[in-house]
């Protein structure tokens, strides 16, 4: 994992260290409330797995590891931004505002999507590798066109950086000096294919080759990915065009429920990265340098504790969607094979559920 | 004869390491094929087995996971390329319409574009979008391209092995629903040839044709419309391009009556397909219009109401109805 170029703030240790071109800008408070959220998300996660395990969720797909990634970038956007994440996301939904709740839907398998994308400025999920990316170039591009000062930032892992969709949205970005972020989150393993068969180079030197910057980050550093990215994302409102982060990470679980990753990895290597957690780190720099007492831990572990028994309740009532609801929405407008689908699952009287 | 009883996904897997004994130059390349063995243990055990230069992880692109085996083939290897699910194979398909397809022909017949390519298709097994889509049709529309659909553990043994020895690209469907079901594989030769259509259950009144997981929905609308006193003959088509037409008349020719099942929405689809060309070839045998009892025009919805979507037995049964009815 060393790397002399790997912007780090905070070591796993939790000891402050300096770095030539970042500096944290952020005070206790500030510091407290990104321990919060990655409590939050990590309790989320677990809960979400649980519920998956219990057959609750047709899937889930883990986060822990990548919380400090996530909330870091997730909480270095301006309002105004817009974000098009993976099906992995839950930490930026979560600093989108997204409620916990929304999040499960496609996880319920109630929904392909699950929120107000406008509302909360968050691109629904995509699924298939690296197609957001694009989508994300094509925003920037009407943002640049519109004048406005926001930025676009796009959310894709080590495995999708190999599909033509990402390096193409490379090529896109640069020749429009396109206000956005790549926010590539490396944790090391695409289902079982490791890094190493993804790129021979550190990924985020691929930037240099298309033409714009691109920063390696410790992932696992809240306060570094906070700075790294808030300074991304201002470049790219001023016209200052792409940039690339690798957050440098790691999936402590598996790439999904479906998935065991005992089968393709060893325990050692998960071991490792497990005294490198995200969330440690960060509280034992609120303990030691700014004195923050349990009981303030332990009210932000109620916190998450409730958030995660709502959400278990959220989720049970969460029903069966009415079947005749498959119709909507697959067109904008009137279209009569919709039309005669609709008539004829009335027909068949299976609407309401019962099949 | 040497019969086994094996899952539909062991038998694939039997299927493959078969072809890879018989014949050096077949290759496997895809997405977690290797060490994992595939998401659905498909490949499970092959690499340890056949080495990494024959079994081979590919980085995370379907475009080039059918592109460089394109250029294996023009080199003379028979590449087995995995796509993990249906919904991914789009990244893919500039390849295979534009070049896959074509090149045997752009070349005059000089490459030979061996290669398969395999896709779990169809839904019901519970999960989210874009891993239980029927793409087949796209495929099937393109001149240069074979598509072919195995849904029992004995088709899928075979099924495997011949499309790996055939000389054109194959699109191998295979219905990730019944990976896990059981059933006999004759281990001394196959029945039936690749581009064969087969007779599941014979009948005489209703010709039904269905194929991957929609075969067994159509036996088992033949099990309830016998208890009604209506025979069903139900047929797999198996091979979706070309279609065995000449079976497929024979059975409506002595029917009368016709219903197609898929999953696929019925817009330019194998159903139309199969009822136009029944239409046409056994129009003055036809008692009742063909109808096909498909997928909705909706994108596929959330699992947890797929089954409203999947054709089921009672939609099965109300399109036998109505060709039973037409004449009476």
Not at chain 1, 313 to 321: C, E, G, H, K, T
Request: overall charge negative; charged content about 25%.
């Amino acid at each position: 994992m060393i790397d002399e170029e790997l912007v780090q703030l905070l070591t796993p240790e939790g000891e402050r260290v300096s770095h030539p071109d970042y500096e944290s800008t952020l005070g206790a408070n500030e510091i407290l409330g990104l321990y919060r959220d990655m409590v939050i998300i990590r309790r989320l996660c677990n809960e979400s797995t649980s519920l998956q395990r219990q057959g609750q969720l047709a899937l889930w797909a883990p986060v822990q590891g990548q919380e400090a990634a996530q909330i870091g970038a997730g909480r270095a956007l301006a309002p105004m931004d817009f974000t098009f994440p993976t099906y992995r996301e839950h930490g930026i939904a979560w600093c989108r505002g997204v409620p916990p709740e929304d999040m499960l839907r496609i996880f319920r398998a109630v929904s392909n999507g699950g929120w107000d994308a406008q509302k909360y400025r968050h691109s629904v999920p995509t699924v298939v590798l690296g197609n957001q990316a694009l989508h994300a170039v094509g925003y920037a591009m009407g943002v640049q066109r519109d004048g406005a000062e926001e930025a676009v930032m796009t959310f894709f892992g080590d495995g999708a950086s190999s599909q033509g969709d990402v390096l193409e949205s490379f090529v896109w970005a640069a020749s429009f000096n396109a206000p956005i972020v790549f926010f590539c989150q490396n944790n090391q393993w695409g289902i079982s294919t490791p890094m190493s068969t993804q790129s021979k180079i550190p990924l985020y030197h691929r930037a240099h080759g298309f033409g714009f910057p691109g920063v390696r980050v410790d992932g696992n550093d809240v306060l570094a990915v906070y700075e790294v990215t808030k300074r991304a994302l201002e470049s790219a409102r001023v016209g200052g065009g792409p940039t690339l982060i690798e957050a440098y990470t790691y999936r402590l679980g598996a790439h999904t429920t479906s998935d065991d990753p005992t089968r393709y990895r060893v325990d050692a290597e998960v071991e490792v990265w497990r005294h490198r957690d995200p969330i440690e780190r960060v509280k034992s720099l609120l303990v030691r340098q700014y004195k923050i007492k349990a009981k303030t831990f332990d009210e932000i572990a109620a916190e998450a504790e409730a958030m995660a028994l709502k959400l278990r309740d959220d989720v049970l009532a969460m029903d069966r969607p009415d079947p005749i609801t498959m119709f909507d929405n697959a067109y904008a407008s009137e279209h009569p094979l919709v039309d005669e689908g609709r008539r004829d699952m009335i027909e068949l009287g299976v609407s309401g559920g019962s099949h | 004869m040497a019969i086994e009883t094996m899952t539909m996904a062991r038998a694939l897997n039997v299927g493959l390491r078969r072809a890879m004994e018989k014949n050096k130059k077949v290759l496997i390349m895809g997405e977690d094929v290797g060490k994992l063995g595939g998401v659905f243990r498909i490949t499970d055990g092959l690499q340890k087995d056949f080495g990494e230069e024959r079994v081979i992880d590919a980085p995370l692109a379907e475009s080039a996971i059918v592109g460089t085996a394109v250029g294996l083939a023009i080199r003379g290897y028979r590449t087995v390329c995995e796509i993990q699910f249906d919904g991914f194979v789009y990244p893919a398909f500039d390849q295979i319409v534009s070049q896959v397809a074509k090149l045997h022909k752009r070349s005059d017949g000089v490459y030979t574009m061996a290669l398969v390519i395999r896709l779990p298709f169809q839904g019901g097994i519970g999960a989210i979008e874009h891993h239980s889509e029927s793409p087949e049709a796209y495929f099937a529309q393109t001149a240069g391209l074979r598509v072919v659909a195995c849904s029992t553990p004995n088709d899928a043994y075979w099924m495997i092995q011949q499309s790996i020895e055939h000389d054109d690209p194959i699109i191998f469907c295979e219905t990730k629903c019944r990976y896990w079901e059981k059933g006999e594989v004759e281990l001394d030769g196959p029945t039936e040839g690749l581009f064969d259509a087969v007779v599941r259950r014979e009948g005489s009144d209703v010709t039904v044709i269905g194929y991957g997981s929609t075969v067994k929905t159509a036996l088992r609308a033949a099990d309830a419309a016998a208890q009604e006193g209506v025979s069903l003959e139900v047929i797999d088509a198996r091979s979706l391009a070309p279609l065995d037409f000449a079976t497929l008349a024979t059975s409506v020719e002595k029917t009368g009556r016709l219903v197609v099942v898929q999953e696929a929405p019925h817009t330019a689809s194998i159903g139309s397909e199969i009822v136009a060309e029944l239409t046409e070839r056994c129009f003055y045998s036809l008692r009742a219009p063909g109808v096909r009892v498909s997928g909705y025009h909706v994108p596929y919805p959330p699992s947890r109401i797929e089954e409203d979507y999947r054709p089921s037995v009672d939609r099965v049964l109300d399109a036998v109805d109505r060709v039973m009815g037409f004449d009476s």
